[in-house]
């Protein structure tokens, strides 16, 4: 195959001024006016092997495809028997697949930059890469000497999350070097399951997927594996093989009929946003009167259930089940009926649904993340992880805890390093920091490891991260904050592409694609019992005038002074040895370093469903395996949580109880005055297009997946609205302008709109990019003052 040698397309996009003049057609070579011109003498192609690195939680290994020093083809591995289960190729998916076309964008960085206008309007000067160190080594060091290494801000992001040499660990590595930074914890993912799984578990606890096999009955809540983890190797493929063995039916109860409803022939129960802990609790109530729960058992194993468990702290009528049969302080039952007039669910189905969990040999509960991304993501999540307690389905084959299914990681050495600073602030709250970070107590902000903050942020370090002007809420917000140079005096953006959040940047660095650079990584959080290792290897040199990301970290070390600590005398590629050096200890069955070359996907595993239950040693001998709680069981009842909920505080209308009780929150059915203004109820989705804002600037997946607002027929007909129409999705933060998609797919009241699209707001303000976070608030949940995007009131007119 003829096509552009390496040294032609530099020259051309230079020409050109970008990639947009030949990048025209989905192949390379880029069009035929370009084959034409192409050497005659054909060169060989030449493979190796990369990965895709996006936080998916799969990092599928890619094979890489070369010729005259450009990339052809992306494809999938080869050259194992992909018959045998556990010796599968883990395919990529069609974003993995798009990673030629996202390293040849017309949008790819390609100098150095500073800022020559104001923050936001994209204006930028090339400067040289010894310049751009000099500005940001100084930078720092004004900053440590002014406000102390507290004001540093490394940003949170996940553009590189599956790397592990070459990504944020380096850069974390270097700022520790300098004195470290302000931490965050907590994600935009799983903010609020993560605080509040461990007041019930001790831990978090989850099942691998693989235990489907052994199910006969799976419940999912909002839990979206058809559209999130399409890896070959990740934990769709799992349960599909799960599924083929058991034959499990499989309920989804979700606002949304997603794709994992169509793919899994599930049973699709629509539920209102932001209601899960209203059904669970009418559950409990079928459960309760039905003489389907076994008190003696559930009191062996739990805190809280009823009276005879409850702490000596606790107040009169404060179980969980005198929550559910009425008898605690607001004095409702809470049957299928009342629960019915919350959540949209029957009575009906409600008893019957209870009645099936209860009545199954091993029922799958589970849920996905996006329910828990809500104003009150806490008391939902925490809720569910009650479901497999009262329905005695944990513990044994076939069963989970509440929670999304766990993965086996094959641990791979990195090289990071202690921060000096040890204060965090929940990630969600950086905004905050930067405007009344001196205010932030551990009380009113969830500061850990001190009481509160000695200073706002100054200094922003932003690497492979589009949280700054497009993950984050309130973009529009976000953007006040950030023009005023008084607040946050810097900030450093690295990345591969001109994001909207680069826009923002006072210096812009180009950063290496994982297609032109090398790492040594593991399978990540997202593949259930397949768990492997693979040996990254560029493919071709780096493009323009980019430069490894180690390589740069070294040369701003050397202008603060710590170099020697940064490197160890190492250069990159001897890191790379080294930690595999490492891993070789803990399996000497791996080959040599030096025989991986070329390999790939160098080891691959895959764990027994038998070995993988969670909360099997603790059922089994609960006195014997106490769990990592007060108590050492599960606790239904949370003298932590009491003591916090008397203890921080808290917005008027914030709640944080002792049991998972359902609470009406901000931004939904708690606001009945403003939904007279904002009636529809907004949700986000992921789509398979992108994997958060990563993808978005492919075309071609923009084609294959489109971004449309669902909305069902009886909320469009009574807008005047039809399927394709352009309409504004608006509130009192901002408008976004997208197509409409009507269907049936979507509960009348909700609406949906995918998220990760980039923000880009017109001249009059309005979002034309279709940013659903120009509509979210910044407002946190209760507890892990997490993200609530799932929590926001809208109204939708013809544009």
């Not at 500061?447 to 200073?455: A, H």
């Amino acid at each position: 195959m003829k096509g552009l040698s390496r040294r032609q397309f530099l020259g051309h996009t230079v020409k050109a001024g970008g990639m947009a003049a030949i990048a025209a057609s989905v192949p390379l070579p880029f069009s035929s006016t370009a084959q034409a011109q192409a050497p005659a003498k054909e060169s060989a192609e030449k493979i190796t092997y990369s990965a895709c690195l996006v936080n998916c939680g799969s990092r599928c290994p890619l094979k890489v495809h070369t010729q005259d020093g450009v990339v052809t083809q992306i494809s999938t591995e080869s050259g194992i028997d992909d018959a045998a289960w556990g010796q599968h190729q883990i395919r990529p998916c069609l974003r993995g697949r798009s990673v030629k076309w996202k390293t040849y964008s017309p949008d790819r960085l390609k100098y150095p930059m500073k800022r020559v206008g104001k923050r936001g309007e994209g204006k930028f000067q090339r400067i040289s890469w010894d310049e751009a160190t000099t500005i940001i080594a100084d930078k720092l060091k004004y900053t440590i000497e002014k406000y102390g290494n507290e004001a540093i801000y490394y940003q949170y992001g996940s553009g590189s999350t599956g790397a592990n040499l070459l990504g944020r660990n380096a850069n974390k590595r270097f700022l520790n070097t300098i004195g470290g930074f302000l931490e965050q914890h907590g994600t935009y993912s799983t903010a609020q399951i993560s605080t509040v799984e461990p007041y019930v578990y001790g831990s978090g606890q989850g099942s691998l997927i693989s235990n489907i096999a052994h199910s006969d009955l799976v419940v999912m809540f909002c839990q979206n594996l058809a559209e999130t983890r399409m890896s070959g190797g990740g934990q769709i493929a799992e349960a599909f093989e799960a599924l083929k063995r058991s034959n499990a039916k499989v309920i989804i109860i979700d606002p949304r009929m997603s794709d994992s409803s169509i793919a899994f022939d599930a049973e699709w129960i629509p539920i209102k946003p932001g209601t899960d802990a209203a059904l669970v609790a009418a559950l409990g109530h079928t459960l309760v009167v039905e003489g389907l729960a076994d008190d003696a058992f559930i009191n062996r194993y739990c805190v809280g259930w009823d009276a005879s468990t409850l702490p000596a702290s606790a107040p009169e009528n404060a179980s969980y089940k005198d929550y559910i049969m009425g008898n605690g302080p607001d004095g409702i039952e809470k049957t299928p009926e009342w629960a019915s007039k919350i959540c949209g669910i029957s009575p009906i189905r409600i008893k019957q649904l209870a009645r099936e969990m209860a009545g199954a040999n091993a029922a799958w509960i589970s849920q996905g993340w996006g329910l828990q991304r809500t104003a009150n993501g806490e008391q939902s999540a925490r809720a569910i992880m009650m479901l497999p307690v009262m329905t005695k389905q944990f513990g044994k084959l076939g069963t989970n805890t509440g929670n999304w299914g766990s993965s086996v990681k094959y641990a791979v050495p990195g090289f990071a390093t202690a921060n000096p600073v040890k204060t965090s602030i929940p990630c969600f709250l950086w905004t905050d920091a930067i405007t009344r970070g001196t205010e932030m107590t551990a009380e009113n902000s969830f500061i850990r490891n001190k009481d509160k903050l000695e200073t706002n942020i100054k200094f922003l370090w932003h690497f492979a991260s589009n949280v700054t002007m497009n993950q984050h809420s309130d973009l529009n917000k976000t953007h006040e904050i950030l023009q005023d140079e008084s607040m946050c005096e810097f900030i450093m953006v690295w990345d591969h592409h001109m994001t909207p959040s680069a826009r923002y940047a006072d210096i812009l660095l180009p950063d290496v694609t994982t297609l032109e650079t090398s790492d040594l990584i593991d399978n990540s959080y997202a593949t259930g019992a397949y768990y492997y290792v693979t040996r990254l290897q560029p493919a071709i040199e780096p493009l323009w005038d980019n430069r490894p990301t180690y390589d740069v970290l070294a040369d701003i070390a050397k202008k603060m002074g710590t170099y020697d600590a940064f490197t160890e005398g190492r250069t990159y590629e001897e890191w790379i040895a080294h930690s595999y050096h490492n891993l070789r200890k803990s399996n000497p069955h791996l080959p040599e370093f030096a025989k991986t070359d070329g390999m790939g996907v160098i080891d691959r595993k895959l764990a027994k469903a038998e070995d993988h239950i969670a909360l099997k040693a603790f059922r089994d001998d609960p006195q014997g395996n106490p769990l990592k709680t007060p108590s050492g069981k599960i606790e239904m009842y949370s003298e932590r949580l009491a003591n916090i909920a008397d203890t921080w505080e808290l917005p008027e209308g914030d709640k944080i109880t002792a049991v998972a009780e359902y609470c009406e929150s901000f931004e939904g059915l708690g606001e009945p005055e403003r939904m007279k203004q904002f009636p529809l109820q907004m949700i986000g989705f992921h789509t398979k297009g992108r994997t958060h804002s990563t993808y978005h600037n492919v075309p071609q997946l923009r084609e294959a997946v489109r971004d449309e607002v669902w909305m069902n027929p009886v909320d469009a007909q009574s807008r005047g609205l039809i399927q394709g129409d352009r309409v504004l999705v608006f509130n009192d933060r901002g408008e976004i302008h997208m197509p409409v998609k009507v269907t049936a797919r979507i509960i009348p009241g909700v609406v949906a709109v995918p998220q990760g699209a980039w923000y880009q707001p017109n001249k009059q303000g309005i979002d034309v990019g279709g940013c659903i976070n120009t509509l979210t608030t910044q407002r946190p949940s209760p507890l892990a003052k997490g993200n609530p995007q799932h929590s926001n009131l809208v109204e939708i007119r013809k544009a």
